[in-house]
Structures are given as C-alpha cells and as structure tokens.
C-alpha cells in the first residue's frame, strides 16, 4: 500500500513539473522572456593570462583594496567614507585626463555625487553610452564585490580607454545610493542621474550597470535562481551574466554576441521582465524608467555569492583572475560598440 501511494505521489510531482515547465515554456515563447541567445558560451580551458591582462588585475585589486579595506563601510551612515570613496574616483579619472564633473543633489542636507568623466567621440558625438557603476555599500559591509568590483571594472576600462578615440562618446558614472534604504527611490543616484539625462534631451543610446563581478566558482550546483530557471541554465556559477527587459533585448543581444566573439570566458543572458527576482535590481533600473535601453553585467550576485550584503563581502573572496577576464572582454565588447578609431 505504501509503495502504490510513492508511485501516486510521485506521478503527481511530475505531473506538476510538466505543466509547470509547459507553462514556463508558453511564456518563455513571448516577447516577455528569452533564454535563447546568439552566439556560443565559452567552454574550454581558460588561457594563461597576457601581460595586459596581469596588469589589469593588479590594477582591480588596488582599486578593490582601496574602496572595501582602506575606506571601507560607506554609505550615509558612513557618510564620511561616502565622501573619501567619491573623491577617489574622481582623482584616478582625472589622472587619466578625463574632465571629471559632479552631479550633486542633497539627501537629508547633506550633499551627494554621482561621479561623471567623459570621452566625447569623434564622428557621433551626441550617440552616448553609459557605463556605471554604484560606489556605495550597504549598512556594516565593506562591499568589496557588491560593488567595489564594479567601480574597479569601469575604472579599468576608463584607464584602457585613455588614450583610445571612439566614434560615439563614452560616459563613466559612479552612482551613489544604490543599496537600501535608497533602491527604487528618488534618492538613489542612478534615479537621479537618469531623470537628468533624460530632461536635458541626451541620445544615450545605451547604458551598462556594472553590478558585482567577483565571484565565480567551478564547483557544481554553485548557482542558484528564481524557480524554474535551473531548467535553461548552468548550475555552475563560473560565468558572467547579461541581463536585460524586454525593451532593452537587441542592446543584449548585440552586447554579448560581441563578448561572445570577443572573450574567452563563459557567459550567459537572459531577456525577462523586471518582476522576476533579480532582473531589475540595479542602477540599470533608473535607466529603463526613464525609457533607455540598459542592461546590467553580473556574477547574480545573491544567486552565486554566499557573503552578498554580508560582514563577509571582503577583498579574499574575489575572483581578481576571472574579474581579470570579464573586465577584458567588457573593454573589448564597449571599443566595438562604440566604434574605435585606429590611430
């Protein structure tokens, strides 16, 4: 009797996976959802990084250091740190010869700065492309991959670019604000920054948040995601991840074909509207409101990183070799978006 009610019960638990996987698969055949990407993921063996690329992460993990372990917790409950952590990404971009402005507006009387350098291009100057990345930290963590590895990424692009020319122009911008109690509201940076743009007419033609891109692992069942996804993706968080809305899908698609052509390093994207977990939580969001097209690039964070919006988001659990490899390939994929001009 007990094994005719095992069988019963598991012919009911498959009978509710079938329908549900149908249903998944009726709504993945929508406008609203893709799984199906162009291009190939990587799937061989990491090459030996070049010299360039050693250089990169040297550089990454100076920046890492500086804004998680020399400055550390910053937020306005830090606000101090907030401070430091603004002014140094405004000198290293003006070290690099970037002219670097603030866009500032006021939280509880207090002032704070999205960071803004900029690159105008030569043929299609009023084509614009953003790059962001938030500076701050959620309250009692140092945030070394959520998202000082971010900041570092676009950093490191500004410092590859420096002495490049690009057809259309190339905006860095570190946003203050994103993580709560600000996410979604009025006050966070990026909500600002994008309300900006958008009343001073700008053609952003797209726009990238940099969003925690430090943690990877080749260890299986290493990742997670919202129900019924484990059904079309890896259950091995060794890759990066392109993220975008139904409106934004072709600026997806066309950004990781080219990483795709570009890098070797294992990616995945996914097309899906902003009420499944995950899709529309970062400065990507601000952008989407206001009618751009935005993707975010992400290790998933809370879906892979075990120390996400933990005392344990520390400089020792980042990847610097794989945010090596992204970091390389993401300034490879903005060259061609942008169109580089060989000298």
């Excluded at 990587?42 to 050693?54: D, I, M, R, V």
């Amino acid at each position: 009797m007990k094994t005719n009610k095992n069988k019963a019960s598991h012919r009911l638990l498959l009978l509710i996976s079938i329908s549900l996987f149908c249903v998944f698969l009726i709504f993945s055949c929508t406008t609203q959802l893709n799984v199906v990407m162009p291009g190939h993921s990587y799937n061989g063996a990491l090459p030996l990084l070049t010299l360039e690329q050693q250089k990169i992460k040297k550089q990454l993990h100076r920046h890492v250091y500086e804004l998680s372990e020399f400055i550390g917790v910053r937020n306005m409950h830090e606000y101090d740190n907030l401070l430091r952590a603004a002014d140094y990404i405004d000198i290293e971009l003006s070290q690099m010869d970037y002219k670097v402005t603030r866009q500032q507006y006021m939280l509880n009387n207090r002032a704070v700065d999205n960071i803004v350098a900029e690159k105008i291009g030569i043929d299609k100057p009023d084509e614009i492309i953003i790059i962001g990345a938030h500076y701050d930290s959620l309250q009692y963590t140092v945030g070394a991959n959520d998202n000082a590895s971010g900041v570092a990424g676009i950093l490191e692009i500004a410092r590859l670019f420096k002495s490049m020319q690009f057809s259309r122009t190339v905006r860095f911008v570190a946003f203050a604000n994103e993580e709560p109690p600000y996410f979604k509201e009025e006050s966070m940076g990026s909500y600002q920054y994008a309300q900006h743009v958008n009343s001073m007419n700008e053609n952003v033609i797209a726009m990238f948040s940099i969003e925690s891109i430090g943690s990877f692992s080749s260890k299986a069942k290493s990742q997670r995601y919202p129900v019924l996804f484990n059904l079309f993706y890896p259950d091995t968080g060794n890759f990066i991840a392109f993220i975008s809305n139904p409106a934004s899908r072709h600026l997806m698609y066309q950004s990781l074909e080219i990483f795709r052509e570009e890098a070797k390093f294992p990616t995945e994207g996914l097309v899906a509207p902003e009420y499944i977990p995950g899709v529309d939580w970062s400065d990507h969001m601000s952008f989407w409101n206001e009618g751009y097209a935005a993707v975010m690039i992400s290790d998933t964070a809370i879906y892979r990183d075990r120390n996400y919006h933990t005392s344990s988001d520390t400089i020792d659990h980042i990847d610097f070799e794989s945010t090596t490899r992204v970091v390389s390939g993401l300034s490879a994929m903005f060259s061609k978006l942008l169109g580089q001009i060989e000298n």
